[in-house]
């Protein structure tokens, strides 16, 4: 007997099914298409009027993330509609004609390095853009990605959140929560199997993916260091790239804190080792060619490999003397003008004195003996420039600014007329000018407070550095964690001081006191100290450390 659900969907055949209820696909009757669709028929575990109440609203709200994702892009399936019949909860999605990787390999075999590149490189831009949504996948596996036919694209299925909802019980105190841990064994990580998943956990899972497709084998097959607890896998992939393997390693690591802060970038880090090594190529260490120090010359050119240097023409036998004397006093001048400047010019710091003849550096003993201050700093400062410069001694003027020691010119000095003279004093240093309505760190802290007490807490989550918000301690869950602080345990706080203990244009580091007033009457104090970075990108400080 054929089922017609909503009056609308003939079910054509049962996909799975599971715990929470069965997934079928399905024809739209009132389409003139009859599109073919995925329904998800979902049913809480827990048959409680107050409980069906919460996982309906709750249901309502994940239908309507799912539709916002799925109008963001096609590589995850469209939502259709969504509807209630007899106590149970449906989903309709889109339907897509393709192979999941699983059953992708099954078929063909291990996939290609390049294949594993292609499939990462397709689904990371599309994590970034569900975790900016706060939402974190859960559930990603060979299981959950399929291939679609027509163009070949990654598209991720099977959010996890919907059945989270439909697990809702009520705990001993009265208090709603969710009985079930959404993943898949061996496929999440342990926060995640702890309950409390981060953003990071879904690139875990997705490594864990490339794994399989590489090696062949589920998690659970492969060993682990016993004291690192990290996966040992490469064993089985010998054909891997180093760099497409360090990707890797550094996704699945063990500690949140050690994998790739966000899916943009564990993508910038797989593109770099695209660009810099080829797949499936050895990493041999490039051999390091120590290039001669160059000489100053008009007639340097430089080579690249495989390159040929162009002579210029021998000039005709009656014009080598005229050529050979425009040379001469050409250098003759050359000579005057540089002796000139060097005389004449302000003082120079000699590191760019040593780039602008491009000698050597120094090593560091006579780095450390031309940089110190001299013991006497009324005297000025004899300094020896390299071997190969046009003068013999250079008189640096003292701080002080008495009038400088008559330096007297090499023998072969040109006549005075063609020295170029300059002011001997120094340039004023240069000032820094303070950026047009830049805040100040303290001024940065103390809006920081102002955003949690008018309950603008996304805009005060969005003030701390990525690594900040990924830090495991602090936020367990993520935003979810952050919010269950401060919305839900503080009432407001009242800041007493802030006071600024360093700055730099890059960095500031700040203390402030302040004392919670908690939501159950309590007033708590507290003291933080503020490690500030300066975003200039988005022209704020934002918080990248607590003490």
């Not at 430089?302 to 006093?329: D, R």
């Not at 600014?401 to 120094?426: C, E, F, G, L």
């Not at 004392?515 to 500030?532: A, D, H, I, T």
């Amino acid at each position: 007997m054929q089922i017609l659900l909503n009056n609308r969907y003939q079910v054509i055949r049962t996909l799975g099914s599971g715990g929470f209820g069965e997934t079928f696909l399905a024809e739209d009757t009132q389409m003139p298409s009859s599109r073919r669709c995925v329904i998800k028929q979902l049913r809480p575990i827990q048959n409680n009027p107050q409980i069906y109440q919460l996982v309906q609203e709750r249901f309502q709200r994940e239908a309507a993330i799912l539709e916002d994702l799925g109008g963001y892009t096609d590589q995850i399936p469209t939502l259709y509609a969504y509807f209630r019949l007899e106590e149970q909860f449906y989903l309709v999605q889109e339907w897509i004609e393709g192979d999941t990787l699983t059953a992708k390999l099954q078929k063909q075999g291990l996939f290609s390095e390049s294949a594993v590149r292609e499939i990462l490189v397709d689904l990371l831009p599309v994590l970034e853009y569900v975790h900016s949504k706060r939402i974190i996948h859960r559930d990603i596996k060979p299981d959950n990605i399929m291939l679609r036919h027509r163009d070949g694209k990654s598209v991720l299925i099977d959010f996890g959140a919907v059945r989270e909802s439909m697990g809702t019980v009520m705990n001993s105190q009265g208090n709603p929560t969710s009985s079930i841990v959404i993943g898949t064994p061996g496929y999440m990580p342990s926060e995640q199997a702890a309950g409390r998943p981060v953003y990071s956990s879904d690139l875990y899972s997705l490594a864990l993916t490339a794994v399989y497709l590489l090696t062949g084998k589920q998690p659970q097959q492969l060993e682990s260091d016993s004291q690192t607890g990290e996966i040992v896998w490469r064993q089985y992939a010998n054909q891997v790239s180093p760099t497409l393997a360090g990707v890797i390693d550094r996704a699945i690591a063990y500690h949140p804190r050690e994998r790739f802060s966000t899916p943009t970038e564990m993508l910038s880090a797989l593109q770099l080792a695209s660009k810099s090594f080829p797949s499936t190529v050895a990493y041999q260490h490039p051999v390091v060619a120590t290039a001669p120090p160059q000489i100053p010359s008009q007639q340097t050119v430089a080579v690249s490999p495989g390159s040929t240097i162009s002579k210029p023409p021998e000039p005709a036998s009656g014009q080598k003397g005229i050529f050979l004397g425009s040379l001469i006093v050409g250098g003759l001048i050359g000579a005057s003008i540089i002796v000139g400047f060097a005389l004449n010019r302000p003082p120079q710091p000699v590191t760019q004195l040593t780039d602008s003849f491009k000698e050597p550096a120094p090593n560091r003993n006579e780095v450390r003996n031309i940089a110190e201050p001299a013991p006497n700093p009324i005297e000025p400062q004899e300094v020896t420039p390299p071997v190969n410069s046009p003068t013999a001694t250079i008189t640096e003027p003292a701080p002080n600014p008495i009038p400088p020691r008559r330096v007297t010119p090499p023998v072969n000095s040109p006549p005075p007329a063609r020295v170029i003279s300059q002011p001997p004093s120094s340039p004023p240093p240069a000032v820094i000018q303070p950026e047009i309505n830049r805040p100040t760190p303290a001024e940065a802290v103390q809006n920081y407070y102002v955003n949690i007490n008018q309950g603008e807490y996304e805009s005060a989550w969005n003030q701390l550095a990525p690594s900040l918000q990924n830090n495991q301690r602090l936020h367990p869950d993520g935003y979810l964690s952050y919010i269950d602080w401060w919305g839900g345990k503080v009432e407001s706080v009242n800041v007493e001081q802030v006071s600024l203990l360093e700055a730099s244009t890059e960095t500031a580091t700040v203390n402030a006191k302040f004392k919670y007033l908690m939501k159950n009457g309590r007033q708590v104090p507290g003291s933080v100290r503020f490690s500030l970075l300066w975003d200039a990108e988005n022209s704020r400080w934002v918080v990248s450390q607590l003490k």
